[in-house]
């Protein structure tokens, strides 16, 4: 069974920085486009960062462009989020995701991804 654990959450002040880390089992994880996503409370869940499974192409949302940067280490099976100068919006759980099948193109919809992580809390005070 595929098996994604997230860490790194925590609170941070607005203009601070955390690096969450997505670790995989149970999945060929060099072959697999990986994405993070995020919900606060009362919304929706959002998009924020996929890494295709070559590593070559990445998207952001809108959002955290500049910001946010997702990378992977294909030989540690760990899918990462370095979130630089966080702002009070940002807060939410973090979760990271794998794509249903091996080979996805990114993609920036939930319903690409067939595994999910537990998720890790971020907080950011202003």
């Known amino acids: 069974q595929v098996q994604l654990v997230e860490s790194g959450g925590g609170v941070v002040q607005a203009g601070g920085f955390l690096r969450l880390s997505c670790a995989a089992s149970?999945?060929?994880?060099?072959?697999?486009?990986m994405a993070w996503f995020r919900q606060a409370p009362g919304k929706e869940r959002e998009f924020v960062a996929v890494i295709w499974w070559s590593g070559g192409t990445t998207v952001y949302a809108d959002s955290v462009k500049g910001r946010f940067s997702i990378s992977r280490d294909n030989a540690k099976n760990t899918l990462y989020l370095q979130m630089n100068n966080l702002k009070p919006e940002d807060a939410a759980v973090y979760s990271c995701a794998a794509a249903s099948r091996e080979w996805m193109p990114p993609s920036r919809h939930p319903s690409d991804f067939g595994s999910w992580g537990q998720g890790t809390q971020v907080t950011v005070s202003s």
């Open positions: 149970g999945l060929p994880f060099s072959r697999y486009t």
